[in-house]
């Protein structure tokens, strides 16, 4: 996904407050995260992403049922880094998000690359992983 969509729909494998990470399009768990997700985690169907995988989207709504799909305009997107891959996920809400939701990306994103790192390194997954930041549109 080369150029950011004004709109996208997404499908949701974490919901808002899990700390379980899906891959619904392999129907496993990917790894169990050590801090509650504050948003709605999902991926972008029929696209593919620069890492071979669907792009990742952010959903900053209530809490949405694991599987539910749901549309929102892109309203930025997380700069992100996944094992020397470019792996930025799409910011979507129906408003712009608050200060307090970015520092809740900020602090989340900086905790899971961390997290990130170390799973790559067990499953010997080589190249940098690190969190860039958040643009907002």
Same mark, same amino acid.
Do not use: A, D, Y
């Given at each position: 996904m080369s150029e950011?969509?004004?709109r996208c729909q997404v499908i949701i494998e974490v919901p808002r407050g899990s700390f379980v990470?899906?891959?619904l399009t392999l129907d496993r768990v990917e790894f169990v995260?050590?801090?509650p997700c504050p948003f709605n985690y999902g991926y972008v169907p029929g696209e593919i992403g620069e890492d071979g995988d669907p792009p990742d989207a952010l959903?900053? +709504?209530p809490r949405l049922k694991l599987g539910q799909q749901v549309e929102r305009p892109v309203v930025g997107v997380v700069r992100f880094l996944d094992g020397g891959a470019r792996d930025d996920k799409l910011l979507l809400s129906a408003s712009a998000p608050s200060r307090r939701q970015r520092a809740?990306?900020?602090?989340f994103f900086s905790v899971y690359a961390v997290a990130r790192r170390q799973l790559n390194r067990m499953q010997g997954i080589? +190249?940098?992983t690190r969190f860039e930041g958040v643009e907002i549109l």
């Open positions: 950011l969509p004004q990470k899906r891959e995260s050590p801090v959903e900053l +709504g809740l990306i900020r602090g080589p +190249g940098e």
